[in-house]
């Protein structure tokens, strides 16, 4: 059985830099095949897809927030880890790590998420 | 830009039916989009309903399908119960290993 589960702060500054860890049990991030992916949902509003990385390294990032997002993994603790740079209180949501298929393109399980507040 | 279409609301009759769509602001939605649905309730993680258009995921009762309906994606609730009044969300892959999610339907059961 896959499971992720996310982690990072609760609370960020304005203009910090958000870094969030992603730690996957149940299969190997450097198994062929396998890829994660981070989503977010802002309080009330939906979701929105924001990176993924494969077994390979690939990396593939949302259009609009590419230059801000930085994906990464350890496989070593398999982990996979998002960096958001200058945070704003718009980014403030929930963010969740999925597991992508892609042979399918989508997503599951997901993580439960971490609520991440943006605020001064 | 693109943007993925759904319904704000919805409101369906316990045992009724109802089909929830998923579109786009120009062109239409096909099976190369591999659309798939997800259910989310309150303070919850969302739940993978369907992929791949009309593949159901795990344990997902078969009283929801999807398919093609027209130019849009569809979720079909077949003999809605209290406990499907969720947000549904659909996502559709745009190629180059990125994806858009719509905005949501929420739907209400009464």
């Known amino acids: 059985q896959v499971t992720l589960r996310e982690s990072g702060p609760a609370l960020v500054k304005p203009t910090q830099t958000l870094t969030l860890t992603c730690t996957v049990s149940?299969?190997?991030?450097?198994?062929?095949?396998?890829?994660v992916s981070w989503i977010r949902q802002p309080p009330g509003k939906a979701l929105e897809w924001l990176a993924r990385?494969?077994?390979?390294?690939?990396?593939y990032y949302s259009t609009s927030l590419k230059t801000r997002l930085t994906i990464s993994k350890d496989t070593s603790k398999n982990q996979v880890v998002l960096s958001m740079t200058n945070m704003d209180p718009v980014d403030t949501a929930t963010y969740y790590c999925?597991?992508?298929?892609?042979?399918?393109?989508?997503?599951?399980?997901w993580g439960q998420g971490t609520l991440v507040t943006v605020s001064s | 830009q693109t943007v993925v279409t759904q319904e704000p609301s919805f409101s369906v009759s316990p045992g009724g039916t109802v089909t929830l769509t998923c579109g786009l602001n120009?062109?239409?939605?096909?099976?190369?989009?591999?659309p798939s649905w997800y259910q989310q309730t309150p303070g919850q993680a969302p739940r993978t309903l369907i992929y791949?258009?009309?593949t159901r995921s795990s344990g997902v009762p078969d009283r929801f399908s999807g398919s093609i309906v027209g130019n849009k994606a569809a979720l079909t609730i077949t003999g809605a119960q209290a406990d499907d009044e969720s947000d549904y969300y659909c996502?559709?892959?745009?190629?180059?290993?990125?994806?858009?999610f719509g905005g949501g339907t929420k739907l209400t059961v009464l």
């Open positions: 149940g299969v190997s991030l450097s198994a062929s095949g396998v890829c």
């Open positions: 990385i494969d077994w390979d390294d690939d990396k």
């Open positions: 996502v559709l892959y745009m190629g180059s290993g990125i994806w858009v």
């Open positions: 120009s062109g239409s939605v096909s099976t190369s989009y591999y």
């Open positions: 999925v597991r992508v298929y892609t042979s399918s393109c989508h997503f599951d399980p």
């Open positions: 791949s258009t009309n």
